[in-house]
């Protein structure tokens, strides 16, 4: 996709307060508004591989939690090439989905489990123990 010194030289997503329309709001949700879907999906991808190799460096696991739908995909992607390319190991993550549908079996291809599995966790070293979407 884009390479790690093209990423930072695009734009910072790292927290920043308010600033002077939005504390005139009242929604208070850090935001970052990006104009090309595979430019923030990159980003969002170098910060997610960023937080997992810092908790590997502490020797810590790492939860993150997982959406499912047409908007991460590109996200588990650029995930999954780090993976492959460039050694980014998920031995140390935690997932949590918040939801499922149900009754739905987890084959059905229309499943959330079906669709973290078919985008990420079958292309990564994810442990199965490690992966929690609600049955």
């Keep these: 996709m884009i390479a790690e010194e093209q990423l930072r030289n695009l734009k910072d997503i790292s927290y920043q307060e308010a600033g002077i329309y939005e504390n ?35 020797n810590t696991p790492c939860v993150l939690g997982l959406a499912t739908g047409s908007s991460p995909i590109k996200v588990y992607e650029e995930l999954v090439r780090l993976h492959k390319e460039e050694g980014l190991s998920f031995e140390n993550v935690v997932t949590f989905n918040l939801d499922e549908y149900y009754p739905m079996t987890k084959q059905n291809v229309q499943s959330y489990h079906y669709f973290m599995h078919e985008y990420l966790f079958n292309h990564v070293d994810i442990k199965p123990e490690n992966v929690n979407i609600p049955q």
């Design 24 to 58: 005139t709001r009242f929604e208070k949700i850090h935001n970052v508004v990006f104009d090309d879907s595979n430019i923030a999906s990159a980003i969002v991808a170098a910060e997610i591989a960023a937080l997992i190799r810092k908790k590997q460096e502490e």
